[in-house]
T-cell receptor
């Protein structure tokens, strides 16, 4: 099935560093969501974006809805060990009734 | 805890057996979704309900898969005659709007 393109696939960073990851698509999305998943658990919603150009923060996390509506970005500032996990972007093409299309995830490792 | 719950969390079954999973959504969420996730991949959509009506099914959902939400609350996903390729994490999510909230998943292993 269709998936979004996430990059990087994985990253190893030092505690305290900032992190950037992105998600791109060849088609337009009307909503972007960012999730974090830890081993053996379901994805946990971090941030939701609804308008092109929108910039939204949740604590140390900041996400942006790309102006072309074909991409989105997630930044994590001052990373800490508990940020470890897999970060997924997900998009919705139509209204809120439609299923999510997911990327393959960015695996984040934080070295203390 | 008022989040999405799934049962069981883990299921090991032999090829050819039938399995059934249950999902209890967040109260008053009218939409319920089933996704499947394999190792190294993001979740992939299987089917979804608005109240008790099943509105969409993915091509991933073969004839061996069936889902129900009889009273518009909890949902069940049944897999008949399981195959090794059915081994995956089965995730349930619910929503009242755009934001979907996931349960912890049921990990199925078919031996």
């Amino acid at each position: 099935g269709q998936q979004l393109n996430q990059s990087p696939q994985s990253m190893f960073i030092q505690e305290g560093e900032d992190v950037s990851m992105n998600c791109t698509s060849s088609s337009i999305f009307n909503t972007w969501l960012w999730y974090k998943q830890e081993p053996g658990e379901g994805p946990v919603l971090l941030i939701a974006l609804y308008k092109a150009g929108e910039l939204t923060s949740n604590g140390r996390l900041t996400a942006q809805f790309g102006i072309t509506r074909k991409d989105s970005f997630l930044n994590i500032s001052a990373s800490i060990p508990s940020d470890v996990g897999i970060y997924f972007c997900a998009g919705i093409h139509g209204s809120g009734n439609t299923p999510l299309v997911f990327g393959k995830g960015t695996r984040l490792s934080v070295i203390a | 805890d008022t989040g999405v719950s799934q049962d069981p969390r883990h299921k090991i079954t032999k090829r050819g057996q039938n399995v059934t999973f249950r999902c209890d959504p967040i109260s008053e969420h009218n939409r319920l979704y089933w996704y499947r996730q394999t190792l190294g991949q993001g979740p992939e959509f299987l089917t979804y309900f608005q109240n008790e009506a099943q509105l969409e099914k993915s091509r991933l959902l073969s004839d061996r898969f069936s889902a129900e939400r009889p009273k518009g609350s909890f949902s069940t996903l049944e897999i008949q005659r399981t195959e090794q390729g059915d081994s995956a994490m089965y995730l349930c999510a619910s929503s009242a709007g755009h934001e979907q909230y996931f349960g912890p998943g049921t990990r199925l292993t078919v031996t």
